[in-house]
């Protein structure tokens, strides 16, 4: 049964989007503070998944079930990336409204996954789903902002911005509670699978979404320690817990 804490802590991810989406709105971010966001959140992120989800992902020490969950986590981001990428250039030019439906197909897949590693993180155990929740909300939050910064170059209605917005976060919503409602009484076996899976969609999504778009402004070493700054941050939160 879900509890009143699962449910804030997944509301918690939801509401640093829409921010981050209204933050972008109203005033949108320069370059080098969209970096620095951008590197903070990965360094977040990718620290969770290093200090929390691969130490529950090894512990039955099944091997064949880390490969295969592994394997196909990457095996799956790498063909989402191919056909998200080859329907953008042709979304903008053919649509009647001009929005950038290559990159929001990308963000709601990243927003569902995320939503399912936050109820894989629950179903491990209180500790990791906090954590989780706290990691991806600051994802969430850079997320909403490149979401909406995109969508500014289509020149879109707020009304348009508004409803892309509350789709992206009700497939996130959709996503957390498929992974809490499925995942809470699996086996150990079934869930070191389904964390391996994770595991490796969650990294992809850091060095290939996060850290490439962060490394479009020219690299300084505060840009650099920023990531780095997300890691430590969030290693000893996590011993501290």
Same mark, same amino acid.
């Given at each position: ?164 917005? /509350?789709?992206?976060? %009700?497939? =996130?919503? @959709?996503?957390? &509670? *498929?992974? !809490? ?6 086996? #150990?076996?079934? /869930?070191?699978?389904? %964390?391996? =899976?994770? @595991?490796?969609? &969650? *990294?992809? !999504? ?6 490439? #778009? ?7 070493? =505060? ?19």
């Amino acid at each position: 049964m879900i509890s009143l804490k699962e449910v804030v802590f997944t509301l918690i991810p939801v509401l640093l989007w829409y921010i981050g989406g209204m933050i972008a709105y109203f005033k949108p971010p320069g370059a080098a503070l969209k970096s620095i966001i951008l590197h903070f959140a990965a360094g977040v992120v990718f620290s969770v998944v290093a200090v929390e989800l691969l130490p529950d992902m090894i512990k039955i020490h099944d091997a064949k079930s880390i490969i295969i969950g592994f394997s196909s986590g990457v095996a799956a981001m790498l063909l989402i990336k191919y056909f998200t990428g080859k329907i953008q250039p042709s979304a903008k030019s053919e649509t009647a409204i001009g929005l950038p439906w290559g990159v929001l197909i990308a963000m709601g897949i990243d927003l569902l996954i995320d939503g399912i590693l936050l109820g894989i993180g629950f179903a491990a155990g209180e500790k990791e789903g906090v954590l989780l929740a706290v990691a991806l909300a600051l994802e969430c939050l850079s997320l909403g902002i490149a979401t909406v910064t995109s969508l500014s170059g289509s020149s879109p209605s707020k009304k348009v911005i508004h409803l892309t917005l /509350l789709v992206m976060a %009700l497939v =996130f919503i @959709s996503g957390s &509670l *498929l992974g !809490l409602l499925l995942l809470h009484n699996t086996s #150990e076996k079934v /869930l070191e699978l389904i %964390l391996s =899976f994770g @595991s490796a969609a &969650l *990294l992809f !999504l850091v060095t290939e979404e996060l850290l490439v #778009e962060a490394h479009e402004e020219k690299e300084t070493a =505060f840009y650099t320690a920023s990531f780095f700054t997300g890691f430590l941050v969030f290693m000893i939160l996590g011993m501290m817990l």
